[in-house]
């Protein structure tokens, strides 16, 4: 039987500088906590990112920032569609799978800006990723530097995960397609010799 996933004390550490409370969220909105929990109840907005063992819910801090973008929850769906469409063009169809993501609340969890732009920017970047270790070119510069241009990128879009994560998941986009691409090709990543 797996062992409970648990919060480590920089998991927590992380939690409380990087996230909120809906409390926190809404002290200086006209929602209230209670009346966004019965949006998230409805499918209408994204749940908690983060519940801790006491029960405290954690949001990512512009969990509201897409909603105003849209005018409000009644045109949230419809915002985000369109939005998710125009960045994801050169992509699968996958808008319905984004959108439930999106409301689950883990884009929260691995995303710095909660935007269909960045939810569409992950996805490609990971494919770019994927396909150039599948055929790895280490001799050649062009190759190097589209791989290491692409993991930069994803680096800087991507929060760190915390070890709960990798206890529930036991990988994380991050440890597929950051840190082990950084140990597997160590020389692609090494700082040029300053002149």
Not at 40 to 67: C, K, M, W
Not at 94 to 99: I, K, P
Not at 114 to 119: D, G, H, R, V, W
Not at 155 to 167: K, S
Request: include cysteine.
């Amino acid at each position: 039987m797996t062992e409970e996933p648990t919060f480590s004390s920089s998991d927590l550490a992380y939690l409380s500088a990087e996230y909120r409370t809906l409390e926190q969220l809404c002290a200086s909105r006209d929602e209230t906590p209670g009346h966004v929990r019965k949006l998230i109840a409805a499918g209408r907005l994204p749940q908690a990112t983060y519940v801790l063992p006491d029960g405290v819910e954690l949001y990512p801090p512009d969990y509201f920032a897409l909603v105003d973008d849209a005018g409000g929850v009644d045109g949230l769906f419809d915002h985000f569609r369109s939005r998710y469409a125009a960045a994801s063009r050169d992509l699968p169809d996958d808008a319905n799978e984004t959108w439930e993501g999106y409301l689950s609340g883990q884009f929260g969890i691995c995303l710095w800006s909660l935007t269909p732009e960045a939810m569409a920017e992950k996805t490609r970047l990971m494919n770019a990723i994927e396909a150039l270790i599948a055929t790895p070119q280490e001799p050649s510069e062009i190759w190097r530097a589209a791989l290491r241009e692409k993991v930069e990128r994803l680096d800087a879009l991507e929060r760190p995960f915390t070890d709960y994560d990798r206890q529930r998941w036991g990988d994380t986009s991050r440890d597929r397609c950051i840190l082990r691409v950084r140990q597997r090709f160590p020389a692609v990543f090494d700082a040029p010799a300053m002149a």
